[in-house]
């Protein structure tokens, strides 16, 4: 493979000469001297060259030069601390066009979201968004690594489905064959099966759909689910000590490796949270944002946006936390397999995990009594013949379980405080979006 100079690398190299490519940033044509600055992935660098005879060639290039074009240069490398751009400067020997751009670039840094959209790659080509999937990248190995040291199984569960696993209203479906299939919207019901299969402690990170037409800033009609399952709870806070342990995990290699950059780019401090998370249950969370003087929804009712930063603020307020589980939600919000409480079967054992205030996971230890399961089902309306595969599982020996489903790009906009998940998404998917 072909060696590449990256230009983070040059400020450590001595002076003498070297070849580098990126796109042009800016040109400055002057009479005597021509500035050109160059920019990679890693960082900028001014190119120089004095116009004189031995140098017009170079000088005709640079001066018919666009924006964006990309360039491998070679030349003189040079430490000089006048140079404002990080001390270095490459006095140019050689410059050679690989990919001229259009003149005209269709977006400015003031475009709007959709239009930048539009343009996602020459988006993406400026440095904070390289960072963030940089993050992002980041963020997930660590995941992965702190579940591959505990045994954990990695699962692809299928995303063609043949009935819903969440709510029948935002199922997408598609055409298959002489008959239909549905997008899957989490893997919810074969991650479960990982249970009786006696895989014991399984995770995914993979698409999930939903035919959801919301415009808001946290919803998307296809997103990364990153979904973790475990045999063996007592209870759903075996899941919360997870995910929570998880989660330190994920961000300490975030903060390691991009701190610095992360509060230079976007001016935000990265924490560790301490463990435990703060845990509130739903109706006393309800409470307490009604003492703040919120008009709650009602108790049978999620929390709704407003209600989620409202509980943020005060977690964050009383205990200096980012983010805050909010459990024990009622049954009649919860789908058909969340268990319900011993002895109270208007509440289940479930959460929602709510981070800088936003909703970023919800799990849940299931009910794995099939008779129970069953009468849970028929309450909600569903019909168990079409659950038949999923009931199935229960039949043949299954440990208690639980597990959570976590947003990827939810978790990346609310540490990087992006308004959107648009900016955090590598290509957004929404009602009115299917392309690039
Ligand atoms: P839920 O439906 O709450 O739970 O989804 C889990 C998490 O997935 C993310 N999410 C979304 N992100 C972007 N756009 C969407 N339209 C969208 N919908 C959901 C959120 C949400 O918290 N099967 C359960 C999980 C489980 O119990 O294991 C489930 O899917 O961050």
């Known amino acids: ?138 963020f997930e190995h660590a995941l992965r690594s702190w579940w591959v040291e505990r045994d954990y199984i990695e699962i692809h569960t299928p995303k063609l489905m043949a009935s819903a696993s ?106 560790v949270p301490a463990t435990p998370f703060p845990r509130i249950p739903l109706a006393e969370a309800k409470r307490i944002v009604a003492d703040r003087g919120y008009v709650v929804p009602r108790a049978d009712e999620d929390m709704d946006p407003e209600g989620e930063r409202q509980i943020a603020a005060y977690v964050q307020e009383e205990f200096g936390s980012e983010f805050v589980f909010l459990t024990d939600y009622a049954s009649s919000i919860r789908p058909f397999y969340h268990m319900r409480h011993e002895g109270d079967a208007s509440l289940t054992n479930s959460y929602d995990l709510i981070f800088n205030g936003v909703e970023i996971s919800t799990g849940a230890q299931r009910e794995h009594r099939i008779d129970v399961l069953e009468q849970q089902a028929r309450e909600k309306g569903l019909d168990p013949e079409e659950l038949g595969f999923y009931l199935d599982f229960f039949r043949y020996g299954v440990p208690p379980h639980g597990g959570f489903g976590m947003g990827l790009s939810r978790v990346i906009m609310l540490l990087l405080h992006q308004p959107s998940i648009r900016e955090v998404t590598y290509l957004f998917r929404g009602p009115n979006r299917l392309t690039p």
């Open 1 to 138: 493979m072909t060696e590449r100079t990256l230009i983070k690398h040059l400020a450590a190299r001595d002076d003498g000469p070297v070849t580098v490519s990126g796109w042009v940033d800016t040109v400055r044509d002057q009479k005597k001297v021509q500035f050109v600055v160059l920019r990679d992935e890693s960082g900028a660098l001014q190119l120089v060259n004095p116009r004189n005879d031995e140098t017009a060639d170079i000088a005709d290039t640079i001066s018919n030069l666009s924006n964006g074009s990309f360039l491998t240069v070679t030349g003189d490398l040079k430490h000089d601390e006048r140079v404002k751009l990080g001390g270095i400067e490459v006095k140019l020997s050689g410059i050679d066009v690989v990919g001229a751009a259009i003149p005209e670039t269709p977006i400015a840094e003031d475009s709007s979201v959709d239009k930048r959209l539009d343009w996602r790659f020459l988006d993406l080509r400026r440095p904070e968004q390289n960072l963030i999937f940089r993050v992002q990248t980041t």
């Open 166 to 271: 969440e709510s029948r209203a935002e199922l997408f479906e598609v055409g298959y064959f002489e008959g239909t299939a549905y997008l899957a919207q989490s893997p919810q019901f074969f991650k479960q099966m990982a249970q009786p299969a006696g895989f014991g402690r399984v995770f995914e990170i993979a698409p999930a759909f939903r035919a959801d037409p919301s415009f808001t800033s946290r919803h998307a009609t296809e997103f990364i689910s990153i979904d973790a399952e475990i045999s063996w709870i007592a209870g759903h806070d075996d899941v919360m000590r997870m995910h929570e342990e998880l989660l330190v995990a994920g961000l300490t290699a975030v903060k390691e490796k991009h701190g610095e950059e992360i509060t230079a780019a976007f001016g935000v401090e990265v924490t």
